[in-house]
């Protein structure tokens, strides 16, 4: 299947400093890519959705400031978690769909975040 | 509407056993059905996924059973082995316009006993 990779795996910050996440498609072109928190033993929460070259789209009660999306080609998404709290420790999934217009949606292995 | 709802929350299973888990979906216009594994500290990966035109769907020892009408779909694991304890999620969508975004139930950790 499609691979979906993110850099870094694991990610330790001081609180108040940003974290950049990457999010790459490395064998197809995504048109659209997703970002995800997930809380241990929790399900998937949506961030926002990333559509290349235009603003992302965020969920409900996510802060558009303090997590920068960027989809700026049609393999590359990148998440910034800015002034990063202990509260933002979490670990954060992308997924991504082929611009083929197969319904199937890629995972990334996830971030884990751990700000102290 | 756009919820998904899993159950059990947990469940152990005995290894040769079949594991079941449930999900029931309230939105009609969701038409593409993807069940996702995840182990811990990875990124859930597709098992398999159900459109509502078929009733059911198998590959190796994994089957979606489907039902339209009750607006419900299931796992079935047959033959089950320790490498599949996981957490298991079903999903439900509309079909791919593009952005549409998934909708996951919560999750279903499933263990399973020598």
């Known amino acids: 299947g499609a691979v979906v990779s993110q850099h870094p795996s694991r990610v330790i910050c001081k609180s108040g400093t940003s974290v950049k996440i990457e999010c790459r498609s490395l064998?197809?072109?995504?048109?659209?890519m997703f970002w995800y928190r997930q809380f241990p033993k929790q399900s998937l929460m949506l961030m926002a959705t990333?559509?290349?070259?235009?603003?992302?789209?965020?969920e409900q009660g996510v802060e558009k400031d303090k997590f920068l999306i960027n989809h700026a080609s049609l393999t590359l998404s990148t998440l910034t978690v800015t002034s990063a709290h202990p509260e933002d420790s979490s670990f954060y999934i992308c997924?991504?769909?082929?611009?083929?217009?197969?319904?199937?949606?890629?995972f990334g292995p996830g971030t884990r975040l751990t700000v102290l | 509407q756009q919820q998904v709802k899993q159950s059990p929350q947990s469940l152990i299973v005995q290894k040769g056993g079949i594991s079941i888990i449930n999900c029931a979906y309230e939105n009609t216009a969701f038409d593409y059905f993807p069940w996702y594994q995840q182990f811990p500290g990875k990124g859930p990966a597709l098992l398999i996924a159900i459109r509502p035109d078929v009733s059911e769907k198998k590959e190796g020892r994994f089957t979606i059973s489907f039902n339209k009408s009750a607006k419900q779909f299931s796992l079935h694991i047959m033959d089950s082995q320790p490498g599949d304890s996981a957490t298991y999620f079903c999903a439900a969508r509309r079909s791919n316009f593009g952005n549409e975004k998934l909708t996951f139930g919560t999750g279903t950790r499933l263990t399973i006993i020598p």
């Open positions: 064998d197809f072109q995504a048109t659209t």
């Open positions: 997924s991504a769909i082929s611009t083929s217009g197969t319904d199937t949606q890629y």
């Open positions: 990333s559509n290349e070259g235009s603003k992302a789209t965020y």
